[in-house]
């Protein structure tokens, strides 16, 4: 398949539902909800935090706006994660890291910038050691604004990601062989 | 037709030959198959049985942290969240299969079999019910603590394999945890051995009774002692919070399995909840008077034929399966309360405390089964105020249980604005 065929598929969600042949004895569906429905109702994101963002992020995990709830629990390796939250200021330093822990990422893998810091550069854009959003070294999925961003704007996020994987094609996130 | 009345999958098998198929098994040619089927299907049912267990249980071990730490835990995947597990499972197998450049790959490979078959390998001797076992083995307790050995080798295997430091230190640490734990756990269930005569995990459990005083807990102090210190070693060989240093996320990434991903870190996983089973299993089966039923003895159940039969293996099962999820909802509770060992408390634990602790409840058992006539009055007043003691320690808990509900119950509305209790079937 051409690219532009995976971008015409992953672009309009215009899947044909089969009706229930059996009612209630059945379920009919599709490749890409069965398989989108495993995805998104475990999203596992990596502990990774640089700077104020990570305390937000360790209390998003906490009793108030509990990211358990929708099946997202830290794993501490990049290798058993499916989404990078990068929490924090990266500076050019650490911008190796960043890459590296996310090429250690298995496919598929999500990313969300959370934080002034991470979209854009936030409070140190005019700093000579600070990478201006860390979309300048990974391609990022998601970014959350904030300075640093609420638990429950986390939580959004969380959710508005998920809203988004619902909508994906499921072979547009593996590696073409 | 004869009545099957035996106790394993070799009997089952047996019997099959014999009288579905009016053969002698031992001369028959085509034995061996049906040998064959018989495994398979003890493989097949306990692995089901295993995966249906290892799965949910992640979604109940959730949930309750969640309780303990007041957050509420997975609710929305399926109804009250209980696809979790499902959920969990096949984006793992569905997700890019990973292998390290730097790893040595046949082993990197291997490990994570090793360390499953060093896991199920011990169901072919844990029972399930009266006559539920795959193999009523003479050496059954001796068997055990061999193959649950090899999960020492996959999990060293697994930390060398991935060339990474942080493996390798978790895969030496559980080396050396496992290893050194292996000591009081072996020397815990010999005070059982004792008690028993016998190696056979059926024979164990048929030395008991189905009364609390007839269990061994009860039988005296030293082995009432042996229980806890038991419950102690097999959760730290299950790698479970007090004793999980090999997998410390604080100090190592992920322990042995940081390279790990997708499919093979699936089975370290499935391995680490079934395990939750088999510590219940054998704590139930040498202490707790395994799946015997109150008031009806195991002659009582292979002397009964027809649906009688099906129905005491059933409750047998029903009582067991109580019992096992009774001492892993304790071992739940305990990983999220408390908190994690360093490495020399951990070893100082084992080597300091519980191998001497071990050897002298050995030692007190013999002097006992020395000088107390079984079945004597001195025999039963000593079962009695053991029954009571453990009564008392189960009063007590949820004495505790209750003071802290009181302590926190006027405080709880002011955060949530809403009740601190809520009843089991109406959960948020």
């Known amino acids: ?177 | 037709m004869d009545r099957w009345d035996g106790g394993d999958m070799k009997e089952l098998a047996e019997w099959v030959i014999r009288d579905l198929f009016s053969k002698n098994p031992d001369t028959w040619q085509y034995t061996w198959a049906i040998y064959l089927a018989g495994m398979a299907l003890a493989a097949v049912i306990c692995l089901g049985f295993v995966a249906v267990f290892a799965g949910p249980v992640t979604w109940v071990e959730r949930r309750t942290a969640g309780r303990i730490m007041s957050r509420i835990g997975p609710n929305r995947v399926g109804p009250q969240g209980v696809l979790q597990w499902l959920a969990d499972g096949i984006k793992n197998l569905l997700k890019e299969d990973l292998i390290p450049d730097d790893a040595d790959k046949p082993l990197f490979r291997l490990a994570p079999y090793l360390v499953f078959s060093g896991m199920f390998g011990t169901f072919v001797v844990l029972p399930f019910g009266a006559n539920l076992i795959a193999a009523d083995l003479d050496i059954g307790v001796l068997y055990l603590m061999a193959v649950t050995t090899l999960v020492v080798v996959g999990l060293l295997t697994a930390g060398w394999a991935s060339n990474s430091k942080w493996a390798l230190y978790g895969g030496i640490r559980s080396a050396a945890q496992l290893v050194s734990y292996e000591v009081p756990i072996a020397f815990a269930l010999l005070v059982v051995v004792i008690s028993t005569g016998s190696l056979s995990t059926q024979a164990i459990i048929k030395a008991q009774g189905g009364w609390p005083w007839q269990w061994f807990v009860a039988k005296n102090p030293f082995t009432f002692i042996a229980f806890f210190l038991l419950l102690t070693s097999a959760m730290a060989e299950g790698n479970r919070i007090p004793f999980d240093l090999p997998e410390a996320e604080s100090e190592l990434v992920a322990g042995y399995n940081t390279e790990y991903s997708g499919m093979r870190f699936l089975f370290f996983l499935f391995e680490e909840w079934a395990n939750l089973w088999i510590m219940g299993a054998i704590t139930t089966l040498c202490f707790l008077g395994g799946w015997q039923i109150p008031g009806v003895s195991p002659e009582k159940i292979s002397a009964s034929s027809g649906w009688t039969f099906v129905g005491w293996q059933l409750l047998s099962f029903a009582i067991f399966a109580a019992k096992v999820s009774w001492i892993v909802f304790i071992v739940i509770q305990a990983r999220w309360t408390l908190p994690r060992l360093r490495v020399d408390q951990l070893m100082s634990t084992c080597w300091k405390y519980l191998v001497p602790m071990t050897l002298v409840c050995i030692a007190g058992v013999l002097f006992m089964d020395l000088y107390i006539v079984q079945g004597g009055i001195t025999d039963k007043i000593i079962r009695w105020i053991m029954t009571l003691l453990g009564a008392a320690v189960i009063v007590l808990f949820f004495l505790r249980a209750r003071y802290n509900y009181k302590m926190d119950k006027d405080k709880y509305p002011g955060l949530r604005n809403e009740k601190m209790w809520y009843p089991p079937y109406r959960m948020p």
Not at chain 1, 89 to 108: C, E, F, G
């Open chain 1, 1 to 177: 398949m051409s690219e532009d065929g995976d971008k015409k598929i992953s672009s309009s969600p215009k899947y044909i539902i089969p009706p229930n042949i059996i009612p209630g004895a059945a379920v009919a569906t599709t490749t890409d909800h069965f398989i989108n429905w495993f995805r998104y109702s475990s999203i596992w994101y990596m502990l990774f935090a640089t700077a104020c963002c990570g305390i937000e992020l360790m209390q998003t995990g906490g009793p108030r706006t509990d990211l358990d709830r929708f099946g997202s629990v830290f794993r501490t390796s990049p290798r058993q994660s499916d989404l990078l939250l990068v929490a924090g200021t990266i500076t050019y330093k650490m911008a190796d890291r960043v890459r590296l822990l996310y090429a250690q990422m298995p496919l598929p893998k999500y990313v969300i910038a959370m934080g002034s810091c991470a979209t854009c550069g936030g409070l140190f854009t005019q700093s000579y050691s600070v990478v201006n959003g860390v979309d300048k070294i990974i391609p990022v999925d998601m970014y959350l604004p904030g300075c640093p961003p609420r638990p429950e704007a986390l939580n959004h996020a969380i959710i508005k990601l998920q809203e988004w994987m619902r909508r994906e094609h499921w072979a547009d996130k593996i590696r073409k062989a």
